[in-house]
């Protein structure tokens, strides 16, 4: 039965943790980052009924700590375009944070799961994000 199951390969779909006052006054400020969760279409096709799931797990001060289990809801996504999926807290940085998305094109559903791993939401890895011209961290 599982060999009946189709699953079209998931491309040109992104997540970006990225960082929203990442200048040169906020840091000479010793202001707290803000922090936003994307999700970015660079398909030429429009996206929609686009659900994430996000969730954070792994270990934290010696003991296993998971966060609450959100879900949110895109209606549609343009080609070329993106949306704030939630904001994140620093503190959840060293889990790893997961985010499931399931989207249709047309009358196809996809779907792929973007996991970035402990302490790779960081500054040493961050790149200016496509689309939202900000600094972050992408999955694609």
């Known amino acids: 039965m599982k060999k009946d199951i189709i699953s079209p390969l998931v491309e ?6 990225v960082q929203e006052n990442d200048s040169p006054l906020a840091e000479s400020l010793k202001s707290e980052a803000e922090w ?10 429009k996206i929609h009924n686009v659900l994430v799931t996000s ?18 809801y895109v209606e549609e996504l343009p080609p070329n375009s993106y949306a704030i999926i939630e904001p994140i807290v620093q503190e959840v940085f060293p889990l790893s944070n997961e985010y499931w998305v399931s989207f249709y094109i047309d009358k196809t559903i996809f779907d792929k799961k973007f996991v970035f791993v402990p302490d790779t939401i960081s500054k040493d890895y961050m790149i200016n994000i496509p689309l939202v011209n900000k600094r972050g961290i992408m999955i694609k």
């Not at 936003?36 to 096709?45: A, E, F, P």
């Open 36 to 45: 936003n969760v994307y999700i970015i279409n660079l398909k030429k096709d």
């Open 12 to 17: 040109d779909i992104a997540i970006a943790i």
């Open 55 to 72: 969730r954070g797990y792994g270990m934290l001060d010696g003991e296993e700590r998971k966060t609450s289990t959100l879900r949110h």
